[in-house]
Structure formats: structure tokens, C-alpha cells
């Protein structure tokens, strides 16, 4: 079986798995995620975050969002180009910058904030579905993460996931980049 039939497997079993959770248990897991990230010394060392907001069973991040501007942190939020299958970050300050989008995600509004440069994010909350203790996860499909950090090799990257999402072996392929850390609501794994 080829890797992105594999990859649609596990993906399809992932989200099967979280879509029988329990609402109030995923809500602990998620308060132990956001602990164990907040303690993380890339944490509260970055100036500038990179992070996708939340939709569905996703670990929320819109927490993470009001507490990096609590901690005065600048936040970014990614506005895909499905044309050229890239991400474009623009900084938010409010929810209220956003727009509804494709797949039920909300995106910046480039009317409403400034675009960032990429190389100017020093830590990026990278989503997935399921992971590896190595570091490679299964998104989407569509690549974007990847092709975004095949060009930042030095910004530091961090999934959030619950246990539920880890397996031991992951299919990957020639383009798919590892992150350099991993949390779940039980460990910190660094690669």
C-alpha cells in the first residue's frame, strides 16, 4: 500500500477515535496540554508565535492565542493559498481580525492585520492528526506545513496532541518534516 493511502488510513481512525471522546475528558487533557506548553522555555522565550486556531476536536488554541497576548507575545495566525499551497502569516491582536474560511477555519483578514515574514516567527504551534514519537505527524493533505518548514529548518516547531493521536511508526515521505517537539497531556517529547 502506498504511504498516502496509509497515511488516509490513520488519519480516518485518528479523527474516528476523537470523535468518541469524551467532550469534558478532552477538556482536561487539553488544560494539562496548555500547562506542560506554558512551562516550555522556547515558550516563554518566543517573542513571536506562529499558531493555527482550533476547529472541531483540534486541541483549542485559542486559549493558547489570549495567553500569548497576555505574555505580550507577538501572535500570528496563517492564511492558506490554496493556488500555490502556501501559508501566509499575518499578525492578530483580536479575534475580531478574523474571517471565516475553507474547512471551517478561521483566517486573518488581510485587511484587517499586517502580513508577517516568516523568518521574523521564532516558534510555530504545528497541527496534525496523528504523530510520531519521532516527530512526523499526518495533517491535512495538503502539504502546506511541510513546504513551509523545508524553508525555515531553524524555527522551532511544537505539536499538540493527546495521547490518542500517537502511534509508534509513521509512513513518511521524501518531503515530510519533522517537528521538534511534541506534547501531549501526559509528556514532553523532543525527538
Not at 516527530?135 to 518548514?149: F, P, T
Amino acid at each position: 500500500m502506498e504511504a498516502k493511502e496509509v497515511k488516509r488510513l490513520m488519519r480516518d481512525e485518528v479523527k474516528r477515535h476523537l470523535s468518541k471522546e469524551d467532550p469534558e475528558d478532552l477538556a482536561l487533557k487539553t488544560s494539562k496540554i496548555h500547562n506542560i506548553l506554558f512551562e516550555q522555555p522556547e515558550w516563554k522565550r518566543a517573542g513571536n508565535v506562529g499558531i493555527t486556531l482550533s476547529v472541531g476536536r483540534e486541541i483549542d488554541t485559542y486559549e493558547i492565542f489570549a495567553r500569548g497576548l497576555e505574555e505580550n507575545k507577538q501572535m500570528a495566525a496563517p492564511k492558506c493559498d490554496p493556488d500555490k499551497k502556501t501559508l501566509i502569516f499575518y499578525h492578530i491582536t483580536s479575534l475580531e481580525q478574523l474571517e471565516d474560511s475553507f474547512y471551517g477555519l478561521k483566517e486573518p483578514d488581510p485587511l484587517k492585520c499586517k502580513k508577517v515574514n516568516e523568518d521574523d516567527l521564532d516558534f510555530l504551534l504545528v497541527p496534525g492528526i496523528v504523530y510520531s514519537d519521532k516527530g512526523y505527524r499526518i495533517g491535512y493533505g495538503g502539504g502546506y506545513y511541510d513546504r513551509l518548514l523545508s524553508g525555515n529548518p531553524s524555527l522551532y516547531t511544537c505539536s499538540l496532541a493527546y495521547e490518542i493521536q500517537l502511534r509508534a511508526n509513521l509512513p513518511t515521505e521524501e518531503h515530510d518534516i519533522a517537528v521538534k517537539s511534541i506534547i501531549t497531556e501526559k509528556r514532553f517529547i523532543r525527538p
